[in-house]
C-alpha cells in the first residue's frame, strides 16, 4: 500500500491548510522578490472574508495607462488651479491693500499677509483630516465635496467688502476646500499606476510650476481690465473645473473589509490607521521631512528681499522666480522618469541628493556677489525642488502599500505645516536683529542637510526588515513541514499495527 493510499480521503489533514502552507510561504516569498523588482502587482484584501474567517491576498495588477491618462490630466489640473492660485497671491495682495486701505499701510499690509499664510498653512494642516476622508468615502466624493468648498470659499471672497472676512472665506473656507481636492489627487495615481508612478507624479506635479509660471501674468491683466472682484469670480471657474475631474477619479483598489456588525459606522482603526506608524521606515520619514523643511522654504520667502538689499531695487528679481519655477517644473518630470528606475525605497536617496543641494545652495546665497551666480544657485534649487516634490507619493507607497497610502500622504503633510509656518518667521526675525539676510541663509541650509542625513537610514531599516520577514516564513515553512512529518509518522504506524492483528 503506498503512502496515498493511506490516508483517508475524508480526513481533514489530508486536505486542511497544512498542506497548503508550505507553497503558499514559497509564493509569498516570490510575490515579494517581484515587488522588489518593480512588479506592478500589490496584494490587497478582497470586499469580503472566507467563511472560515481566514482573509486571502488577491493579487491587484495595475492598469498601467488606459483610463489612467486621464486621471493624470484631472490630477494635473488639480495640483495647478490649486498650487498656482495659492503662489499668485502675491499679486492679489497689492490689489487687495488698495482695495481696502493703501499698499503704504504697514499694519494693513501684515494683516492681510496673514490671509495668504492661513490659507497655505490650512491647505497641509487639514491633510489628516482629508486622509480619513478619503479612507471612509473615496477619493472621489472627497475631491469633488473638497473643489466644490473650495469654489463656494473663493465665491464668497469676491463679494467681500472688508478684511476680516476674507480670513474666514479665502483663509479657511477655501483653503479647506483645496486640501480635500488635492490630497485624493495623489491617492488616486496608485490605483492606475506603479511602473510609471514616478513619471506619472512628476507630471501632475509639474502641473503646478505650469499654472505658476503663466497664472501671474493673466491675473496681472484681468487686475486691471475687470478688477480685483471680477478676477477672483474667474477663478471660481478653474476651481469649477477641478470639481469636475474629481468625478474622474474612479477607484481600483479594493478597500479594506470592515468587521462591524451594523455595517454603518467603519471600526476606530480604520478611522486612525495605527498601521502606519508600526513601519519604523515610515516614522523616519515622517519627521525628517519636516526635520529638513525649517530651512527649506527660507529662500522661497525671503530672497526677493534679499536681492533689493544686496543689488538694489532696479535689478529684475523677478527672474529669479522663474528661474525657480521653471526648473522645477524641469526637475518634476526629469526624477519623475528617473524614480521608475530606482527599485522600492531606494527612491529614498533622490530626496536625500535633493535636500544636501538645496541646503549647500541656501548657504551658496549670501557668498553671491554678483546677480549671475544667483540666478546659478536658483537654477540648481528649483530643479532639486522638483525632485523631492515629485517622488513623495512613489515613496509613500513603497513604505506603506497602496491601502494605507492615503493617510500616509495626509499625516505628512500634515507635518509639514509646522516647518512650513515657523521656519520664515524665525529668519525674518535674524535678519531684523542682525541687519540683513546672511547668517538667516546660512542657517537655513542646515535643516535639510540634517533631515537629508536621517533618511538615509531608511533604506538599511526596510531591507532589514524584508529580511526578518523572510526568515520568519521559511521558519513557519519549515515548522509546517515538520508538524506534517509528525503527523504522517503515527497515522502509519497505526495502520501497519492494525494489519497485523487482522492477519
Not at 46 to 62: N, R
Not at 236 to 242: D, G, I, P, Q, R
Not at 423 to 429: E, K, S
Request: overall charge neutral; proline content about 6%.
Amino acid at each position: 500500500m503506498t503512502e496515498g493510499e493511506d490516508k483517508p480521503t475524508g480526513d481533514p489533514a489530508a486536505t486542511g491548510p497544512e498542506l497548503t502552507d508550505a507553497p503558499d510561504s514559497e509564493r509569498q516569498l516570490e510575490d515579494e522578490d517581484k515587488k522588489e523588482n518593480g512588479d506592478s502587482r500589490a496584494a490587497v484584501p478582497p470586499q469580503s472574508a472566507a467563511p472560515g474567517g481566514a482573509e486571502e491576498e488577491v493579487a491587484f495588477v495595475h492598469p498601467e495607462g488606459g483610463w489612467g491618462w486621464v486621471v493624470m490630466v484631472a490630477s494635473m489640473w488639480c495640483n495647478g488651479s490649486v498650487f498656482g492660485i495659492q503662489n499668485a497671491f502675491g499679486i492679489l495682495f497689492l490689489s487687495l491693500l488698495r482695495e481696502f486701505g493703501s499698499e503704504h499701510d504697514e499694519d494693513l499690509r501684515f494683516r492681510t499677509a496673514w490671509v495668504g499664510s492661513l490659507s497655505m498653512g490650512m491647505i497641509f494642516f487639514c491633510s489628516p483630516i482629508v486622509s480619513i476622508f478619503t479612507d471612509i468615502l473615496g477619493c472621489r466624493i472627497t475631491a469633488v465635496g473638497g473643489a466644490a468648498v473650495g469654489l463656494v470659499g473663493l465665491l464668497a471672497s469676491s463679494f467681500v467688502t472688508s478684511l476680516g472676512p476674507m480670513y474666514f472665506t479665502y483663509g479657511i473656507v477655501f483653503a479647506c476646500g483645496c486640501s480635500f481636492s488635492y490630497q485624493p489627487s495623489l491617492v488616486i495615481l496608485g490605483h492606475y499606476f506603479k511602473k510609471r508612478l514616478g513619471l506619472v507624479n512628476g507630471i501632475v506635479t509639474a502641473g503646478s510650476s505650469l499654472f505658476t509660471i503663466t497664472l501671474p501674468f493673466v491675473l496681472s491683466i484681468l487686475l486691471e481690465k475687470v478688477g480685483l472682484q471680477n478676477t477672483m469670480r474667474f477663478l471660481c471657474l478653474l476651481m469649477f473645473v477641478l470639481m469636475l475631474a474629481g468625478f474622474t477619479y474612479k477607484p481600483l483598489i479594493p478597500v479594506k473589509p470592515s468587521n462591524t456588525r451594523t455595517g454603518r459606522f467603519p471600526p476606530m482603526r480604520q478611522i486612525f490607521n495605527v498601521n502606519i506608524w508600526k513601519s519604523l521606515g515610515y516614522r523616519i520619514w515622517a519627521f525628517g521631512i519636516p526635520a529638513a523643511l525649517y530651512g527649506y522654504f527660507v529662500p522661497y520667502v525671503h530672497l526677493m528681499k534679499h536681492v533689493e538689499e544686496r543689488f538694489g531695487k532696479d535689478v529684475n528679481k523677478e527672474v529669479l522666480l522663474m528661474c525657480i519655477g521653471i526648473t522645477s517644473g524641469v526637475g518634476r518630470l526629469i526624477f519623475g522618469r528617473v524614480a521608475d528606475y530606482v527599485p522600492g525605497v531606494k527612491k529614498v536617496y533622490l530626496q536625500v541628493v535633493s535636500f544636501f543641494v538645496i541646503g549647500l545652495m541656501s548657504m551658496m546665497i549670501p557668498l553671491c556677489n554678483i546677480f549671475g551666480g544667483l540666478i546659478a544657485v536658483c537654477l540648481l534649487m528649483g530643479l532639486f525642488d522638483g525632485c523631492f516634490i515629485c517622488i513623495m507619493a512613489p515613496i509613500a507607497f513603497e513604505l506603506v502599500g497602496p491601502t494605507d497610502v492615503s493617510q500616509a500622504i495626509g499625516f505628512m503633510l500634515g507635518l509639514m505645516s509646522v516647518p512650513m509656518t515657523v521656519g520664515p518667521p524665525i529668519a525674518g526675525f535674524l535678519r531684523d536683529r542682525l541687519g540683513n539676510y546672511d547668517v538667516a541663509f546660512y542657517l537655513a541650509g542646515i535643516p535639510p542637510i540634517i533631515g537629508g542625513s536621517m533618511l538615509c537610514l531608511i533604506p538599511w531599516v526596510e531591507a532589514r526588515r524584508k529580511r526578518r520577514e523572510k526568515e520568519a516564513a521559511l521558519n513557519k515553512e519549515m515548522d509546517v513541514s515538520q508538524k506534517m512529518l509528525e503527523h504522517d509518522k503515527p497515522q502509519g504506524d497505526e495502520k501497519r499495527t492494525s494489519g497485523e492483528s487482522v492477519v
